[in-house]
């Protein structure tokens, strides 16, 4: 019984072997090992009680049984077989012998087992995935085909809602079409592809998920399904435009600082150069400001700033424009598109809001309450200009003013 293929035995109700086919023969072993003995003897020791049990069946109720067990051969390995019986009945039709028909099956039971675990561990990999993770499966129009439990909780859909519906329901129109394109373009060739992206739930509000989207290939190696696996970063990314907002921000004014109004000021030369666009600047800052800290205290000098810079704010709402504090009481502002003339009246706007917010101010020599001096400058920028040289126009005008009666505005010639 070393190796059992299509053997036929004829047992007795005890086990014993009364014959068996002539294949064994061509398998190199001896009729008279196996004649006579136990057909138990090599029989796994947990199968045995299994086995009488089975033959037991044949016996008493002439049933045919089919039945798995191990046996243990020459070398003590363990060989899976499988094993079909049936009665034989004599001419007074009672059984006293039953034919055991049987198979080696070792390489099916591995094969098998190797499957079984390779199952397991896919239920352990969903298992994961389900508990960590934000998790759908997709068919090739994208198509929802599954949703798990964290999915629907952040997206405000039940399973029932989602199953079936395209993608596009969670759609938040924050990415272009370029994004779009750029990620199937990447799944159609059966790439993985991954990124962040914003998403809208049922309720109209916004998450973000870090994505790794799988595609599952045919024997044509095309994709017919996708594994869609997120995480929320929705808490992540808030934190980081906060962080980056406040990195951007003056402390105490709430305006954009000097090291952003430099960045975008960079920004609009080089996108006014291109498109051949005027590009002004507004400097100004408090007329004698250092005396009104003197007289009225740091505090009210602060408070002071934090209500001209609210005025600007409310002043270039209306404008594509960036105003920053450029240092102490000085300030910024940053016109892509505007000439000037327009800067002119855009500043003047400034001053004249500045001054109706009517601050007390003793120490002024110009007015009783507190005034602002500005410089303006503007050009078209080019590739043989230098952007600085804009700035320092702007702060000669506003210091040719500060030098020539205050509260007003003066343009560089």
């Known amino acids: 019984m070393s190796a059992l293929n299509d053997h036929v035995f004829v047992v007795e109700q005890s086990g014993k072997i009364l014959t068996m086919n002539m294949i064994l023969k061509a398998d190199s072993i001896k009729m008279q090992d196996f004649e006579g003995s136990c057909f138990l003897d090599q029989v796994h020791s947990d199968d045995i009680q299994y086995i009488n049990k089975c033959i037991l069946e044949v016996f008493e109720k002439g049933n045919t049984v089919i039945f798995e067990f191990r046996i243990l051969n020459e070398r003590s390995e363990i060989r899976y077989t499988e094993a079909i019986g049936n009665p034989v009945y004599s001419e007074d039709m009672t059984i006293n012998e039953v034919i055991l028909a049987c198979r080696d099956i070792t390489i099916r039971k591995e094969y098998e087992e190797k499957m079984s675990k390779a199952l397991k561990e896919l239920q352990d990999i969903k298992f994961a995935l389900d508990e960590s993770t934000l998790l759908q499966i997709v068919d090739r129009q994208a198509n929802i085909l599954y949703a798990n439990e964290n999915f629907c909780k952040l997206s405000g859909y039940s399973f029932q809602e989602l199953i079936g519906k395209n993608m596009r329901i969670l759609n938040s129109r924050y990415h272009s079409k370029e994004y779009f394109k750029e990620l199937w373009a990447t799944l159609s060739k059966g790439m993985v592809w991954k990124g962040e992206m914003r998403n809208q739930s049922k309720d109209g509000g916004y998450f973000w998920v870090n994505t790794t989207i799988v595609p599952f290939l045919d024997e044509d190696k095309k994709p017919y399904q996708y594994i869609v696996i997120r995480n929320d970063i929705t808490k992540m990314k808030e934190n980081k435009d906060k962080l980056e907002y406040l990195s951007n921000v003056d402390g105490l004014t709430s305006l954009f600082n000097r090291r952003y109004f430099d960045k975008r000021f960079k920004e609009y030369w080089e996108n006014c150069s291109v498109h051949l666009l005027s590009l002004s600047i507004i400097m100004f800052d408090v007329d004698y400001f250092k005396a009104y800290n003197d007289y009225y205290g740091h505090i009210m000098g602060d408070q002071c700033l934090i209500l001209i810079s609210n005025r600007v704010k409310t002043i270039i709402n209306s404008f594509e424009a960036i105003c920053a504090r450029y240092g102490g009481e000085e300030f910024a502002v940053v016109l892509p598109g505007k000439n000037i003339d327009e800067a002119y009246e855009i500043a003047e706007e400034i001053r004249i ?28 920028p080019n590739a043989d200009l230098n952007r600085n040289e804009l700035l320092k126009g702007a702060d000669q005008a506003l210091y040719f003013i500060k030098n020539n009666g205050r509260n007003s505005t003066h343009i560089k010639e």
Not at 357 to 365: C, F, G, Q, R, V
Request: hydrophobic share 45%; charged share 20%.
């Open 353 to 380: 809001g500045v001054l109706e917010l009517n601050i007390p101010h003793e120490k002024s020599d110009v007015e009783k309450y507190v005034t602002i001096s500005l410089g303006v400058a503007s050009i078209v």
